[in-house]
């Protein structure tokens, strides 16, 4: 199925985002992620009968604006429209409104010549235009798709307001004319989605700030036909997989590229969120948007555009902010049946004031009703959940933490123990032959293992290979991987060779890390050292306060696993596991209680992906940003603490802002509905309620985390 990405403006709440879901439901789309706050929308197309050229009809009659993917990239942007942003339709509509307002006024303050009735229509009308033209048309539309958003009820407010005053101006009725609350809630509406629009941009800095294209040159090198080196500068959108660059010190990396050769310190704060350089080196693979600190490089392109690291983190945090926790359900349910609730108030106030209250006119019950539509806010309960997960994201990312799933900074919450795989997690993977033994000649011996486990992504097979490499290598005829065993290859003589732990054979003891067999015949043994993260010890004692429980789970012998584990304070040990064994305990602890798997990301990912939560430590690979719901960049284990914390403060401000958003409207309609309220004041404190929220959301950034 194809995979659409739409850009839709207009958007402003919850229940756009669920209009615009409804829409291309009934066009059959799936997998539909619709993001109110940056108006992100992406679905699969699983229609052949021009499906998505009737969806994007119905959204655009909404009132919405859509921009796809070759329309936002295009090398020439459109023209804005006259009044197309709501800021632009406040500062319009504003001086009317003043006017109209200083006309009612003026009753009081002797400017009797603004309270002329036909003056004041004639006022009242370019605001009531502009916003039946915004606000009115949506309405009408969101009806038709059966989810009404909350321009319905401006709509009503305004329409009986204005109606109500053109029928006072035919019947000569003073008393009944309140054209300048009808301006009033148009232009202080479109104020209020003015604001909205400007905090939920502040929760937005984060990833505008990575999606921000940044063009920079490039110190391209090309060579002639006499096979003489030149450099000449282009730009870095202009590179493509291969080319060959020079990169000098101080200068930004254009690209995700591999190191040819030299070394340098690195600062990859843009992925890391650390500040302090990192040294790379011949082979190291480096991050578009880095800047070399101290150092020459030359690097041949690995990546360009969408393809690289940064705009795959880019992406995730999208997806990530289009996906809905479950406490976010509620919130949808509520709102999508919310404006026809108010609206059976409106009508119930209105009824009751006027037949059941002594001395209330029917133009006061009508303000009171009137007063109860504008008032009334489902924006706040839509944006409630997505502002304060767009804020965590937010400063997760500057710390060097990757949420590809919001749902999980939910999870967190319930956390109570932790399995961590040993090598390359605890550990950092970097190991060491410390000694061997072979009846075979050493070099011989050597060669046999690294012609093996060059074959392995496995790191100690990593390590080993690097440490042994040779240019006399063996030549197989047949070479595999066994999982959790080791690598087994044939030559052309027909002669088996394995190697791997213990595992291979059942007459070992397990006195070594590893074995080597020519047929079946054990010929050598390896013993390796692995260092511990200097972080390691930290984690394991916050997660000690923290009362969570910590496991090691590992394909490494008992004994080994267990004087780690005694080292660093680790509860249970989990040894000596193949990886099927490892995604069956997984799968069984994580059925027991709320489980986080850590791991590489790599050789984990089927464990992983049965945790509940999954976090990965990742070198920024493509391979590892996938395989997780959270990934921890560059930093080891250091960030976990601060990715479980930042979790859980997310979620409670999910949870404030909800509190916030049903007490503002439960205890602000009654308020409305007794007549304590006029419909101008009301209209203003329903566009504050959705700035309270994003300012909520917003303190997120400087809550502080154990």
Request: include cysteine.
């Amino acid at each position: 199925m194809e995979k659409i990405s739409w850009k839709v403006e207009g958007m402003t709440c919850s229940n756009c985002a669920l209009s615009v879901s409804k829409v291309l439901e009934k066009q059959g789309m799936k997998q539909i992620a619709v993001n109110p706050l940056n108006g992100e929308v992406a679905f699969e197309n699983a229609t052949a009968n021009g499906g998505v050229d009737k969806a994007r009809k119905n959204i655009e009659l909404l009132g919405y604006t859509i921009v796809s993917g070759e329309e936002k990239t295009g090398a020439t942007a459109p023209k804005s429209k006259w009044l197309r942003t709501t800021k632009q339709k406040f500062f319009f509509c504003l001086p009317f409104t003043l006017l109209l307002m200083a006309g009612h006024l003026g009753m009081t303050f002797g400017w009797h010549f603004l309270h002329n009735p036909v003056l004041e229509l004639f006022l009242c009308l370019p605001v009531f235009i502009v916003g039946m033209s915004f606000f009115g048309k949506s309405a009408i539309n969101s009806l038709r798709t059966g989810v009404p958003n909350m321009n319905v009820l401006i709509t009503l407010g305004a329409v009986s307001a204005f109606v109500y005053s053109v029928i006072g101006l035919l019947t000569a009725n003073p008393g009944m004319m309140f054209f300048e609350t009808a301006a009033s809630i148009i232009t202080i509406v479109f104020f209020g989605n003015w604001l909205e629009d400007v905090s939920i941009q502040k929760t937005q800095k984060t990833v505008r700030e990575l999606t921000k294209e940044q063009k920079v040159m490039a110190n391209m090198i090309a060579y002639d036909d006499q096979h003489n080196e030149n450099i000449f500068p282009v730009e870095n959108t202009a590179l493509q997989v291969g080319d060959l660059i020079l990169i000098k010190s101080g200068e930004q990396v254009p690209t995700d590229c591999k190191i040819l050769s030299g070394d340098a310190e690195i600062n990859e704060a843009i992925v890391s969120g650390e500040s302090l350089p990192v040294y790379k080196k011949q082979g190291d693979t480096i991050i578009g948007g880095s800047v070399v600190s101290n150092g020459t490089l030359k690097c041949y392109v690995t990546a360009t555009g969408k393809d690289t690291v940064r705009s795959s983190i880019v992406q995730m945090m999208k997806q990530a902010q289009g996906h809905k926790p479950p406490v976010q359900k509620l919130a949808d349910k509520i709102s999508a049946i919310f404006v026809p609730i108010v609206i059976t108030i409106a009508l119930v106030t209105l009824a009751i004031n006027y037949f059941f209250v002594d001395g209330v006119t029917f133009q006061q019950s009508l303000m009171r009703s009137i007063a109860v539509l504008v008032i009334a806010c489902p924006c706040a309960m839509g944006l409630a959940t997505p502002a304060a997960i767009a804020v965590g994201l937010g400063r997760a990312a500057r710390e060097g933490i990757l949420y590809t799933d919001s749902k999980s900074m939910e999870l967190f919450r319930n956390i109570q123990q932790i399995v961590f795989d040993k090598t390359g997690t605890l550990t950092n993977g970097n190991f060491v032959v410390t000694e061997f033994e072979s009846s075979l000649p050493a070099d011989d011996f050597k060669s046999l293992v690294f012609s093996l486990e060059k074959f392995s992504n496995h790191p100690i097979a990593k390590s080993i290979a690097q440490q042994w490499k040779t240019s006399k290598v063996m030549k197989w005829k047949k070479v595999e991987e066994i999982k959790g065993i080791g690598m087994k290859a044939e030559d052309k003589d027909g002669n088996i060779y394995l190697i791997g732990s213990p595992r291979i054979d059942d007459s070992v003891q397990g006195a070594h890390h590893l074995y080597v067999k020519k047929n079946d015949e054990i010929v050598g043994w390896i013993d390796i050292a692995d260092e511990l993260r200097p972080e390691a010890k930290e984690v394991i004692d916050y997660c000690r306060r923290a009362n969570i429980h910590t496991i090691m789970l590992s394909g490494d012998s008992y004994a080994k696993c267990k004087a780690i584990a005694e080292t660093l304070g680790i509860d249970e040990v989990i040894a000596e596991q193949t990886p099927q064994q490892k995604l069956e305990k997984i799968t069984q602890l994580a059925n027991e209680k709320p489980t986080i798997m850590v791991g590489d990301g790599i050789n984990d990912a089927p464990a992983l992906a049965k945790a509940t939560i999954s976090i990965s430590l990742s070198q920024a690979s493509q391979l590892a940003i996938q395989s997780a719901s959270v990934v921890l960049m560059n930093s080891g284990l250091t960030k976990l603490p601060l990715a479980v914390q930042l979790g859980k403060k997310t979620y409670g401000t999910i949870k404030s802002n909800m509190f916030w958003a049903f007490i503002y409207n439960i205890v602000a309609i009654p308020i409305a509905a007794v007549g304590l309220l006029t419909p101008t004041a009301g209209a203003l404190i329903m566009g504050f309620s959705d700035v309270v929220l994003a300012a909520n959301s917003l303190w997120l950034n400087y809550k502080k985390v154990e």
